[in-house]
């Protein structure tokens, strides 16, 4: 494979991961209206704010969910796109 088209292909994964993460902070802030989300912890109650709940708790069951469609896609099919979402 040629070293330019590697690098055009990282560049792409790059940016898109870039700009998903950009995407869900801003929807978290946006929505968020500083309500955040109730924590207790051994009896010091807090909050989390919107942006990092939904960065660490539903971004990671997102790409799970993803992947998970991915090896789904694959396993019943053999068709050209699956083969690609595969590698």
């Given at each position: 494979?040629?070293?330019?088209?590697r690098?055009?292909?990282t560049r792409?994964?790059?940016?898109?991961a870039?700009a998903l993460?950009?995407?869900?902070?801003?929807?978290?802030l946006?929505h968020?209206n500083?309500?955040g989300?109730?924590?207790?912890v051994a009896d010091?109650?807090f909050?989390?704010?919107?942006?990092?709940?939904i960065?660490v708790v539903?971004?990671?069951v997102?790409?799970w969910?993803?992947?998970?469609?991915?090896?789904?896609?694959r396993?019943f099919?053999n068709?050209?796109l699956?083969?690609?979402?595969q590698?």
């Amino acid at each position: 494979m040629n070293v330019y088209y590697r690098l055009q292909r990282t560049r792409r994964t790059v940016l898109a991961a870039v700009a998903l993460t950009l995407l869900g902070t801003g929807l978290a802030l946006a929505h968020g209206n500083e309500g955040g989300v109730p924590v207790a912890v051994a009896d010091a109650a807090f909050q989390l704010s919107p942006a990092y709940h939904i960065l660490v708790v539903h971004f990671p069951v997102a790409l799970w969910m993803v992947a998970y469609l991915f090896i789904l896609f694959r396993t019943f099919s053999n068709s050209e796109l699956a083969v690609r979402l595969q590698k």
